[in-house]
């Protein structure tokens, strides 16, 4: 087989202009991880079925274990690690504090990054529609009616 | 995965050069589907054809009052289009029904159309499967096969497609516009999927140097009766074990038009011309709806685990039809079933 050049690449992680070069079978979830140090993001089912991997993608929440990193140059990121501004939390992790809406904290980050996309998406008001609209992300704790909480305290206050 | 090579094609006609010229290579969109098999190994593409930047992301209204919907709308956008939901608002509910937030934000129009089965046997590459290695024997069959298809099966195949939107795109009369070397051409989507037969793992009639550009819904979108209905083990973000897109056309209580699709029980969404004619002229109710279910399902065939399927099936259809006629279509929020 041919041998396979990394691919340059330029992605705007969290504000910063960050340039790569990757194989073209890296994964953003990959990247982030393994190249950017952002492990807040985190690998939990590798397919697309538990949503720990949520980030946002020009602002859309996504797998970031189902894109390959090369399609996405030229893209803005946003990680759990980028929601917090000058130290303040994004209103989002203060509310899944309060309402105590985690256990072992693995699936939290998509958790809340996904909640970021749901509130920009503004297509869910009733408990019902938050559960339905986050149902891409699975708890195996079962913190869920926490969520369902910590979610609805952050849309009050937005 | 396999390594591969990557290539960004600038333009369509790019694209079907592209894929002319190497016969294992592969065009990728959102990639939900895709990436997900070749992490599996089940796909082992040489090169992936990036065609993701391509123009196709509009939904335009077509001069007939349809509408045109670019291959590369993300199933998220599409759903929440604002004619779509007040035109077609069957497809919106299907769209819905399917995946999660983060996948529909991801997932093409066009590449939901060419999604593979979910079959557990077809992704574990331990396991004999004609459509993954043609003769190899079909594991499903005296297997685990809950999920499996009831209709149109073969000795060679009975996995399920699992779309839900492409059930209610086959519903609506949607067609397929494809481009390939030899020019453009329209497939009409109950023509799209095929049955397994022989071949199982030929899924579309799609030709492998064609690229999908766009989906056209006729004028026609039931919008004000019609239901998408989908039976699942979870109540979200789970393949349907049953799923009905039902449209009809009432005047004074009787059928002049009826539309049915069943999703999850055939290798293609199945839908029935005799079952359809049935219902029309007919008073709207339970007399009617049960003849229908009977006519869509004749021929059902369980494979021991997914025996359930038939009975659940034919209530299915007469549920969807009841909410389908009284204006209350099935909420994909608020699960419970009226």
């Given at each position: 087989m041919p041998i396979i050049e990394k691919l340059p690449l330029t992605l705007i992680i969290n504000g910063v202009e960050t340039k790569l070069s990757v194989a073209p079978w890296t994964t953003l979830l990959d990247l982030l991880r393994d190249r950017a140090d952002l492990t807040g993001t985190k690998k939990g089912c590798d397919h697309g079925q538990c949503g720990a991997c949520t980030v946002l993608l020009d602002g859309r929440r996504i797998?970031?274990?189902?894109?390959?990193?090369?399609?996405?140059?030229g893209a803005r990121v946003t990680t759990v690690e980028g929601l917090a501004v000058d130290g303040s939390l994004h209103p989002l992790q203060q509310a899944f504090i309060d309402h105590d809406a985690f256990q072992c904290g693995y699936c939290t980050s998509g958790q809340i990054c996904s909640a970021v996309g749901l509130m920009a998406e503004g297509h869910a008001t009733t408990a019902d529609e938050i559960r339905e609209l986050m149902s891409g992300n699975i708890c195996r704790c079962g913190a869920y009616p926490n969520i369902v909480q910590a979610i609805q305290q952050a849309m009050a206050q937005s | 995965m396999t390594p591969f090579q990557y290539v960004r094609a600038i333009d369509v006609a790019e694209a079907v050069r592209l894929i002319a010229a190497d016969p294992s290579a592969k065009f990728i969109a959102g990639g939900t589907n895709l990436l997900d098999l070749m992490k599996e190994d089940v796909e082992r593409p040489s090169r992936l054809i990036d065609i993701s930047r391509l123009p196709l992301k509009t939904v335009e209204e077509t001069p007939e009052k349809g509408l045109r919907i670019g291959a590369l709308v993300p199933n998220a956008d599409l759903a929440y289009h604002s004619l779509v939901a007040q035109r077609y608002p069957m497809l919106a509910s299907a769209i819905l029904a399917g995946a999660s937030a983060q996948l529909r934000n991801m997932a093409s129009t066009g590449g939901n159309l060419l999604q593979r089965t979910r079959c557990a046997y077809f992704y574990d590459t331990a396991t004999p499967c004609n459509k993954r290695a043609?003769?190899?024997?079909?594991?499903?069959?005296?297997?685990?096969?809950?999920?499996?298809?009831?209709?149109?099966?073969s000795e060679m195949c009975i996995a399920a497609h699992p779309s839900d939107m492409c059930v209610a795109l086959t519903a609506l009369d949607a067609t397929v516009q494809v481009t390939g070397p030899g020019g453009e051409r329209t497939i009409a989507m109950s023509d799209f999927h095929r049955l397994p037969g022989d071949t199982p793992q030929l899924e579309t009639t799609l030709e492998r140097n064609e690229i999908i550009t766009a989906i056209a819904l006729p004028p026609q979108g039931f919008a004000a009766n019609y239901s998408y209905l989908k039976v699942r083990?979870?109540?979200?973000?789970a393949f349907a074990l049953v799923s009905v897109a039902a449209g009809l056309n009432l005047e004074g209580g009787r059928i002049t038009q009826a539309r049915l699709a069943l999703g999850?029980?055939?290798?293609?969404p199945w839908r029935d011309a005799a079952a359809e004619a049935a219902l029309q002229?007919?008073?709207?109710?339970p007399a009617a709806f049960t003849r229908a279910a009977d006519i869509l399902l004749r021929g059902a065939k369980g494979f021991g685990h997914n025996d359930f399927k038939i009975d659940l099936a034919h209530r299915a259809v007469v549920r969807a039809l009841t909410q389908a006629a009284n204006g209350t279509p099935q909420s994909q929020s608020n699960k419970k079933i009226a």
């Open positions: 797998n970031s274990c189902l894109t390959l990193a090369v399609m996405q140059d | 043609a003769g190899t024997g079909c594991s499903a069959i005296g297997g685990l096969n809950r999920m499996h298809a009831i209709l149109g099966t083990d979870r109540l979200s973000y999850s029980v055939a290798h293609k002229g007919q008073v709207a109710g």
